[in-house]
């Protein structure tokens, strides 16, 4: 049986062994985590602009629902920027 090493994050091991416990209080299992992503595409209430994301504890756990983005993910100017830096990185002209 081959066992799977865990990525570290390069965090020494110390703080891996204090905070594994923790990290089911903070996360979700895979299954979960993918429920904001097929609320965005499957949802009926789902308008374009709607920004969807776990609805409980500091939007870390719990059921999606519609949530509100931090302020920089409605900056025009960031946005701008971050689409000319996909085009550069991918050599593809994107055209809206």
Do not use: C, N, R
Request: charged share 20%.
């Amino acid at each position: 049986m081959k066992i799977q090493k865990q990525p570290t994050l390069g965090l020494p091991i110390f703080i891996q062994l204090i905070s594994t416990p923790f990290i089911p209080l903070l996360t979700h299992p895979p299954k979960q985590a993918a429920l904001p992503m097929l609320y965005a595409a499957l949802g009926e209430d789902i308008k374009g602009g709607d920004y969807l994301g776990p609805i409980g504890y500091k939007g870390m756990k719990g059921v999606p629902g519609k949530v509100t983005a931090k302020p920089h993910a409605y900056d025009i100017a960031i946005a701008e920027k971050l689409w000319l830096v996909s085009e550069e990185l991918t050599k593809e002209k994107f055209i809206l």
